[in-house]
C-alpha cells in the first residue's frame, strides 16, 4: 500500500520515521505492508532525519496526482496549497489523512463530500487535541447517544499560560515570555491567545458531536490578551479558576448550537480544573452517557504523529478490506446561533461609589434586564467599592442588555470585568 | 433493519426505550431504519416499561435463530446460554453487540473468531467502563501506536467504597453498608470487591491494548476487603490515594503482558486520584502519545446503553454499507505472563522491636534480595516500631523473597502489609 506524505515539519517527521520504524507492525495492524512513496517539502534538498533523500520532493501537485497512491497524509498545514492537493489526492483515488485544523474548520464540508463522492476515506483525528482520540469517539461511540455540551481545553500555550498566571500569581506579559523561551508559544503567538486556533477547533468538535456543519466563521472567539493577574486571584477566591474553553452547546430550542471560545471560569472541583500545564481536555456531556473526559497530550510531533497514524492504520484497513467508514452525516436540522443566544452564568465586576443605595439600583438593573443574581460580595477599593456578581443562567443578550445599563447607571464608575462562568451543575 | 434484544433487565429496558424514542435520529445515522422485532426475557407475561408486549418472548433460542435478524443485542449477562445464543446469533448470519464482561473475558477469542468466519462485527464498547468510549479508541485511534501501560479504575461500587473511606475516615464494613443502602453496592458484594468485575474488564483492555488475547484466568486479582481504615490514613499521609486498580503492563522485555488488580496506593497528584465516587477512568502510557486518561461513568442503566447504542449505530452502519469493521487481531506474539514478572514500586509496612540494628538488618534484607530503598519512615507504636518501607521499582518475584526473609528475620515483629504502588513518574 503506497503513502504519501505533504510536509516533512516536526510532525512529518516523526511520522515518516516511526512508519519506516514499525513497517512489520503496521502491516499486521493493517492487513498490508505500507510503504512510504514520497515526501513533498519545500526545500527537497536538504536532509532530513528520518527521511530517505530519495524520496524528497519539491513538487507535492505532482506526488498527489501519482495516480497510483493508497493514502496520502497532510501534515503541511495552511489553507493553500492544502486544500487543492488534497481535493486532487481523492480526485486521483487516494483516502486522506489530514492534520490540518485550520483547513477543516474552513473547508471541512467540502472536503467531506469530496472524499465521499470519490468513495475514499478522510480522516482529521490529529486535527483537535493532538493524541486525543475524540472525534473517533465523537463520530462513533456516541452515535447512539446525544450530546448537549460539550467543554474543550484545547490550546496547551494558553493553558500552560494560564496555569502559570494561577501557580505562580505571574502577570500575563511574564507567562508568555516564559512560555516562548520554553518552546510553549511561537515568536508570534496570536493564533494561540487571540483563540483562533482554539476556534478551529471548536467548529470541528461543533460539526461532529452536533450532527451539522459549523466553520471557523461561525464561532464566536474571544483570546486571554485580556486576562489579568488580578481577574485570576479574583476567581481563585471563589474557589475557580480561569481557562480558555473552547464551548459548544445546543440551544434550550434543541434547534441550534452556539459555539464560543472565551476565558471562564471553572470550579475548582470540576475535572476540568485539574488540566494543567500543556494538557488538553475535552469534557462531554451526552444524554444518556452523562460526562465524560477525554485527557491527554494535545500537541507535539510524537502525540500528533500517534494520532496521525492511528488514522491512516485505520484507513489501510478499510482500503485492504474494500470498504471504508461511515463519512460524518449533517443530518441534523441545527445550524450555528449567534453568541446572542447563549446561555451560561457570569461573573461581573463592578466599580461602584460606596453609598447607601447603589447595591439595591444595580439588583433591580440585573432584575429588569431578565438576569437573576445568584451572589454578590463586595470588597473596598481606593476610592469606592467593587462588586462582584455572579449570576445564575442567562443569555448573552439578557447580560448584555445589562452591562449597558449599569455602565450609564448613576452611581457605577465603571464596569470593570466580564466573565463567563461554565461547568457549575447547581443552577 | 432488524434488531432483537436478549434481556430485558436495566439495560435491556433503556436500549429498547431509546431506541424506540430516536427511531428518525437512528434512521439517519445508520442509513436505515432500526427495528426491535424481539426481545427475550425469562418471564414474558411480565410487564416492563417501554418494551410493547407483543415483542417479549420467552425462547431466546427461537429469536436468535429467526433467520432474518441483522443484529442481535445481548445484554442478559452471565456466560451461558449468552455464548450459546450469540454463536447461534452469528451463525444466523446477525451482527452482535454485547455488554457481557465475563464472557469477552473468557470466550472472547472464540466469539471474535466465529464473528470473523461469519463476515459480521461483534462489538463490546459496554462490556468495560460503561459510557466511557474506551474500547474502540484502543482498537482503533492508538492502532498506530505503542501502548506501554494501562491503569484503570474500572469498577464504580470499590471506587465509591474507597472514596468514602479516604472522605469519611470510615471503615470497610461501615462504607460497604452505605453503599449498599444506596444501591452502588449488591447484596452480595462479592464480585465487586473480590475484584473479579474489575478482572474481566482488565483481561478485554489487555487483549485489544497490546494484540493479544488474554483471559480474566491470566489475570491475577487481589480485592480490596483486606484495606482497612489504617491502610488508608497511612497512605494519605504519604500524599497517596489507594485505589483499586486494573493494571495491564508490557514486560520490559517487550516479549509478554501482566495484568493485574489489587488496591494500590496512587499519588493525590495523579490524574487517577481525582477519579471518585462511582466513576470509573482509564489512563493509558503510550510510546508516541503519551499519557492519555478517559473519564466517565461506568455503571448504570442509561450509559451503558449510550454504549451499547453506539455499537448498535455502527454495526448498522456496516450493514447497511455492507462492510463490517477491522476484527482485533491477536497478531502480537507476546502473551500473558505470571504476576512474579510484574515491576513496580511498593509500600512495605513492618513492625519491629525498637532496638539499634534492625533498621540496618531490614535494609540488608531488601538490599540482598535486588530491592532498592527509596524511603524509610519510622514511627513508634505500642510495644516496638512500625518502618513504612517504600521501595525503588522492583520484580514481584524480588519482593515476595524480600517479605519471605523479613517474616523470620531477627527483630522483625510482622510484616503488616505490602501494598503497589503505581503512577509515580520518577524512579
Not at 79 to 87: G, N, S, T, V
Not at 176 to 188: C, K, P, S, T
Not at 371 to 384: F, L, P, T
Request: proline content about 4%; some cysteine; aromatic content about 4%.
Amino acid at each position: 500500500m503506497k503513502v504519501a506524505l505533504l510536509g516533512g515539519g516536526v510532525v512529518g517527521s516523526q511520522v515518516a520515521s516511526l512508519l519506516q520504524a514499525g513497517t512489520a507492525d503496521f502491516a499486521a495492524r493493517s492487513g498490508e505492508q505500507l510503504e512510504l512513496v514520497g515526501v513533498a517539502v519545500r526545500d527537497a534538498s536538504r536532509v532530513r532525519p528520518g527521511i530517505p533523500s530519495e524520496l524528497l520532493t519539491d513538487d507535492p501537485a505532482a506526488l498527489v496526482a501519482r495516480g497510483d497512491l493508497d493514502i496520502v497524509v497532510e501534515v503541511m498545514g495552511g489553507i493553500e496549497p492544502a486544500r487543492e492537493l488534497i481535493l486532487s489526492a481523492i480526485k486521483h483515488g487516494a483516502s486522506v489523512v489530514t492534520a490540518n485544523k485550520a483547513l477543516m474548520a474552513t473547508h471541512g464540508a467540502e472536503l467531506t463530500e469530496a472524499a465521499d463522492n470519490a468513495g475514499v476515506d478522510l480522516f482529521y483525528e490529529a486535527s483537535v487535541a493532538g493524541a486525543i482520540p475524540l472525534l473517533r469517539p465523537l463520530r462513533e461511540s456516541l452515535a447512539g447517544d446525544k450530546v448537549r455540551r460539550v467543554l474543550g481545553i484545547v490550546n496547551g500555550t494558553t493553558n500552560y499560560m494560564l496555569t502559570k498566571m494561577d501557580e505562580q500569581d505571574a502577570s500575563y506579559d511574564e507567562v508568555l515570555a516564559e512560555a516562548q523561551r520554553l518552546g510553549y508559544a511561537e515568536a508570534d503567538p496570536t493564533a494561540d491567545v487571540g483563540g483562533a486556533d482554539s476556534a478551529a477547533k471548536a467548529a470541528i468538535i461543533a460539526t461532529l458531536a452536533f450532527h451539522t456543519n459549523v466553520t471557523i466563521d461561525d464561532v464566536y472567539c474571544e483570546g486571554i490578551t485580556a486576562v489579568t493577574k488580578a481577574d485570576i486571584s479574583a476567581a481563585r477566591e471563589m474557589g475557580f479558576v480561569i481557562k480558555l474553553l473552547a464551548v459548544a452547546e445546543m440551544t434550550q430550542d434543541e434547534a441550534g448550537v452556539v459555539v464560543r471560545v472565551h476565558p471562564a471560569m471553572v470550579p475548582r472541583t470540576h475535572p476540568l480544573a485539574s488540566v494543567r500545564d500543556a494538557f488538553n481536555a475535552v469534557f462531554v456531556e451526552a444524554e444518556s452517557a452523562g460526562e465524560m473526559m477525554f485527557y491527554g497530550r494535545g500537541a507535539g510531533g510524537a502525540p500528533t504523529a500517534s494520532a496521525v497514524l492511528g488514522d491512516l492504520v485505520a484507513a489501510a484497513r478499510n482500503r485492504f478490506g474494500q470498504t471504508r467508514s461511515h463519512r460524518p452525516e449533517p443530518y441534523a436540522a441545527i445550524g450555528p446561533r449567534p453568541i446572542a443566544q447563549a446561555r451560561t452564568r457570569y461573573a461581573v465586576a463592578i466599580e461602584v461609589e460606596d453609598r447607601p443605595g447603589v447595591l439595591a439600583a444595580i439588583a433591580t438593573t440585573f432584575a429588569d434586564n431578565g438576569v437573576s443574581i445568584q451572589a454578590v460580595r463586595q470588597d473596598g477599593v481606593d476610592d469606592g467599592a467593587r462588586l462582584n456578581v455572579r449570576t445564575h443562567v442567562a443569555t448573552e443578550a439578557n447580560l448584555s442588555d445589562t452591562v449597558e445599563a449599569l455602565r450609564v447607571l448613576d452611581g457605577v464608575n465603571r464596569v470593570a470585568g466580564v466573565t463567563r462562568v461554565e461547568g457549575v451543575t447547581a443552577s
